[in-house]
C-alpha cells in the first residue's frame, strides 16, 4: 500500500488519469486536472465540507465535485481517504483525512 501525498504539496497526475469511453485528454485533461485541484484545495484544511459548500468556493457543479472527490480517492490521484458522513436526505458532508 502506497503512503498519502504530503496534502501541501499534491498536485494533479501528469498525463492526467482519467478515463471513461467519453474522456479525450487531449479536450478534457487540463480542464478536469484543474478541477480536481480547485476540490483538492478547498479539502485540504480537513474540515466537513458539503457538496454545495464547495461548489460555492470553486464555481464547479455539484456533480463534477462528486467525480473529482472519488478521483482522489483513487491511488493514481493521490489515494486520499476521504470520508462521508450522512447529514439528511440524501445530503452527504466529505472531509480529507491526513493519511
Known sequence: MT???SLLDWQPPSPPAYGGAT??????GLRLNA????????????AWHTLKQISAATG???ASISARIRDLRKSAFGGFRIDREYIERGLWKYRMVRG
Do not use: I, L
Open 35 to 46: 478541477q480536481c485541484k480547485r476540490v483538492y484545495d478547498v479539502m485540504k484544511d480537513g
Open 60 to 62: 464547479d457543479p455539484e
Open 23 to 28: 474522456f479525450d485528454a487531449e479536450r478534457d
Open 3 to 5: 503512503s498519502q501525498p
